[in-house]
């Protein structure tokens, strides 16, 4: 619990309890449950990160960032937490490196060639009229930081983008030779890289929660890709993300959008109670199917975004072994698409 207590420190107002501060102080409900038998746990993976930042000079306000200028968060601050946020929601099994940053003054060019400067873009920011197509050239990226190299020579696995409102990127693209559907079309034009990487798209004016979502719809696509030739009867993961509106009184653990009894996207703070088997997942490969409870939004935060996330990440199968072909242990799926 001590994790959790300095999530409520950092996350609640000032004064202000945060609604999950006392259910893990009583231990009033599973919550984020049980931690597991470490002779269960698999191997850690370990995965080195490229982190590269957008945050241009503004020369007429007196050279500070675009950051300093809005006042939004700091990337490393970001990246720290993040890091081990997956960390602890995996259960120990995914530890990130970052083991280069790199600071870019200027802004990431667009897939049309469009290139904001500094001009464009504070009136930009002002009005409120973006340029469109928004999306980056994420070839221009590859080429620009030797990212096939990088991953081929095995300097590192996986790329994180830290940018302004607007840069443009996904929150997640996978390159490389069989690179498939990852929150995003396949970057093709990356064939030529020795394996599979993902790049994520993170915004330094929005926080962890977010960073989480990325990662959350992340395992949306991988894990739909793992499972997808499995009959509906037996596909776990459709299961696993089963909620009160598309299985009245026969929810599981929802999506990253829909908790087990939200009505409508991002509906995380419903105090709407309902039947949910979630803390059968705790328990796999050993899932009963008959572990039903009711539970409501208290579960999970109270409607905060970072709270949920973690939530539903810590209920992903997590242990060793096989069955089937597929791993009980799901986040190697997740972090590494190669396993696919």
Known sequence: MDYLKRWFDQL???GTPHPLEQMASEQASPGFGPEPDPAALPEPIQRRVLMITHNPALRSQGGRTVREYFRWNEPDDLAADYI???RWASYGCVNYAVVERLVVDGYPVKADGFRYDETSYLEAWRTRRFHQP???DY???VR???LVERVSDGEIDEVWLFGHPYGGYYESIMAGPGAFWCNAPPLRGTEQAARRFVI???NFERGVGEMLEDLGHRAESILSRVFADVPDNANLWKRFIRCDQTHPGRAECGSVHFAPNSQRDYDWGNPRPVRSNCDDWYAYPELTGDRFRVVDCREWGG???RLHHLWWLRHLPHV????DGIAHNWWEYVIDPNRV
């Open 12 to 14: 609640r107002p000032s």
């Open 84 to 86: 081990e946020d997956v």
């Open 134 to 136: 928004d999306g980056v």
């Open 139 to 141: 070839l221009a990226l």
């Open 144 to 146: 620009e930081f030797r």
């Open 200 to 202: 994520m798209g993170f």
């Open 303 to 305: 409607g905060d975004i």
């Open 320 to 323: 060793a072994g096989v069955m």
